[in-house]
């Protein structure tokens, strides 16, 4: 990938960046807000607190989702930033082929190409979030 390029998406990567920081208070406060009282301390476990409540259990889980969500794609936007210092950003992390240009324009932060995204989702990997790809 040409240098002009990975600018492109380094530009495009730092604004995604900023723009889930600037958009993590709301979701969290909400996320806690709707699970208070039954906060144990551990937030990895909050979906499945919230699903036990039995209350109001979908507007709470989609909460607790977006959090979730927005946690992990900061972290796959800060690896994606870190893979263009390397000079790795573009290469698939499971095949090593060059990811498809139209598919970088959709999702920057992919670590996967399109065939090997697939296959993982196909198989139900675990650790593997197809969502995200
Ligand atoms: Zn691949």
New binding site residues.
């Given amino acids: 990938m040409q240098r002009k390029e990975q600018e492109k998406y380094r530009q495009r990567l730092l604004e995604m960046a900023a723009r889930l920081k600037s958009d993590e208070p709301g979701v969290i406060s909400d996320a806690l807000r709707q699970a208070s009282g039954d906060i144990s301390g551990n937030i990895s476990n909050v979906p499945m607190h919230l699903a036990d409540l039995g209350t109001d259990t979908f507007e709470q889980e989609m909460s607790a989702g977006l959090l979730a969500n927005a946690r992990q794609l900061q972290i796959e936007v800060a690896a994606a930033l870190d893979r263009i210092e390397q000079g790795t950003f573009g290469k698939?992390?499971?095949?090593?082929?060059d990811?498809g240009e139209g598919r970088l324009e959709v999702v920057p932060y992919t670590r996967?190409?399109i065939?090997?995204?697939q296959s993982a989702e196909n198989e139900g990997e675990t650790g593997f979030q197809p969502t995200l790809l």
């Fill in positions: 698939c992390e499971q095949c090593g082929r990811i996967y190409c065939d090997c995204a």
